[in-house]
C-alpha cells in the first residue's frame, strides 16, 4: 500500500483533507464488532421477554402486564398443571424422538450414498433432495394432507410423524454430507489392507468418523420437529403438538407455563453451546497447534 | 470377484432406496394428489369429486391477487432487510472472529432454541399497545396514545425479520468463511481502494451464500401465516393465510390446492430465474 511518505519520496501529490490512515482504521475495528454485539443482542429480546415473564405473577391466564416476581410457575405442580398442554408436551417428545431417529437413518444412507458412490440418477437425487427444502410448509402441508384426505388415512401422530420425517429428510442429507465430503477414503482402504471386512471397517473406521456429522444432523431434526407448527397443524387432526397448543392459547392469553416451558427449552440450548464450546476448546488443546490458518 | 463389483453396483441404490420411497410416497404422490384436488368441485357434506374444473385457478388469481402480491412484496423486503442486516455481521464473524468464531455462531442460533410461536407472541407482549415499550413510550409522551405497531405492516414485516433472519446469517457465512483473506490483500496490493475490493473480490465469492440464504428466506416468508396471524391485521393478510383459512376453516380443498399450486409454482419460477440471473454453474458448483 502507498503510505504517505512513500508519496512523498515518489513526489507524488498528497491529498491534505484526507485523514490519516492509522485512526480510520481504529474507528473501523470497533465498528463491526460492535454492530455484531448489537445484532446478537436484538435476537435475544423475545427470549428475554419470554423469561422475564416466566416469573409474572399475573391474576388470571393473561400473562400480559408485569404484576410482580413469583417462582411459583417452576413448581412442578404448578407447571404440570394444565392436562392437555402435557399431554402436548407427550406428543411433541414423542413425534420428536421418532422423527429423528428413522429420518437421521434414511438421510445418512442417503448422503453415504452420494459421497462415496457415483451412480447413475446421483443428480436428479440431488436436485430431487433440494425440492423439499425449497417448498414452503403450507404447500407441504396441505399437499400431505391432500393424500391423507384421499386415501382416507386417519389424522393423528402417525400422519404428524410421517410429515416431519417427510420435511427432515433433506436436511439430515445435507447435514452428514458436509460431514462426510472431507473424509478420506484412504482410512478404509488402510482397514481393509488390514483385513477387515467392509462391515467391521464401516462401523469401525468410517462411522465413528461420521457420528458428529449424524448427531448434529439428529439434533437438528430435533429442533425442526418440536417447532413445527404449519405441517403439523394441516396433518394433526385431533392430536396437539406443543406449538398447536400455544397457538390455540394465544387467543385466550397465553399461561406463564408456556413462558416456563420455553424457558427450560432455550436452558437446553444453552446447555448444548456450553457443551460444544467446552468439546471444542479441548479438541483445539489436543491438535496439533501447526497448519491452523 | 464379478459378483462383488455387482453388489458394489447396486449398494448405492440400496441406500437411498429407503428414503427415495420416503419422499416419493409423501413429497412426490402428495404434489400430484393436490395438482388432482385443485381440479375436483363439490362440497364438504356430499364430498369433492374429480371433474376436471379449472376455473378454481382463474377465480382464485382474481379473489386474490392482492395477497398474492403482498406476499411477494413482504418476501422481498423481508429477503433484502435480511441481507443487509446480516452480511456485515457473517462478515465480521467469519473473517475477523479467530477463534470465537463458533461462540457468535452458536450465539446467532440459540434463540431459535425457543419454539418459533412462542418467540412471535413474545414480539406481541414486546409490540403491544400498552406492551412495555410502546406502553412505556406512551407514559413519558413520547409517542401519542393513538400510536401502534401491531396489527400493521410493520409488524408482521418486523416478526417475519427476526423469525427468517438465521436462515440468511448461517450461508453467508459459510460462503465467507471460504473466502481466503489473501485475496483480499492481493487486491489491495493491486491498488484497489476498500470499495473496489468488496465489489471486486468480497462480494462475487460471497455469492453462492447470498442466493442459498436469499432462498432460504424469501420462501419460507412467501408462506408464513403464522407472523401475519399473531401480529397482524386485516390489511397484512398473506397468502398462507388464505390458504390456511380456505383448507382448515372452510373445507374447501380444491381452492386450497389450487391456492397452494399457483404458490410452489410461482416460487419454483422465480428460483429458476433468480438461478439463472446469477449463474447457475457457479452457484451450485
Redesign the interface.
Known sequence: ??TTTERIARREPIDATAPPQKPRKRRKEWL??A??GL??A??????A??IL?GFNNPAGRYN???EGFTLKWYNPTTLLEYEDLNDALINSLTVAIVSTLIAT???T??A???T??R?RG?SS?NL??F??????????G??????F??INVPLGLVTII??H??FS?SFV?VTVKARTSGFDHNLEDAAGDLGADPWTAFWTVTFPLIFPGILAAGLLVF?LS??D??IT??NAGGATT??LW??GA?RIG?PPQ??VM?TL??S???L??IV??WR?RKA?ALAPPVGKG | MAAKSERGRLTPYLLTLPGVLWLTAFFVVPMVTMFSVSFQEGNIYEGYRFTGHWQTYTDTLGSYSEQFLRSLWYGLIVTAAVLLITFPMSYWIALKGGKRKNLFLLMILLPFFTPFIIRTLSWKLILGDEGIFLGTLKNIGILPDSYQVLATPTAVIAGLIYNFLPFMALPLYVALEKLDPALLEAAQDLYSNKRETFMNVTLPLALPGVFAGSLLTFIPVAGDFINAELLGGVNTTMIGNVIQREILVNLDYPEGAAISFLLMAGILLGVFLYARALGTEELMG
Do not use: C, K
Open positions: 500500500m502507498a463491526l464488532p454492530y455484531t445484532v446478537i436484538y435476537l435475544f429480546v423475545p427470549i421477554i419470554m415473564f400480559f402486564q408485569w437413518a434414511l438421510g444412507l442417503i453415504l450414498a452420494l462415496r458412490h451412480f446421483r437425487l430431487g433432495l425440492l423439499p427444502m425449497a417448498s414452503p410448509e403450507v404447500v407441504l396441505v399437499s400431505l394432507l391432500a393424500l384426505v384421499s410421517i410429515a420425517i417427510m429428510i442429507v429442533a418440536i417447532d407448527y404449519v397443524s394441516f406443543i406449538p400455544v397457538y394465544s397465553v408456556v413462558n420455553g427449552l432455550f437446553l440450548g444453552l448444548y453451546v460444544s464450546l471444542g483445539e
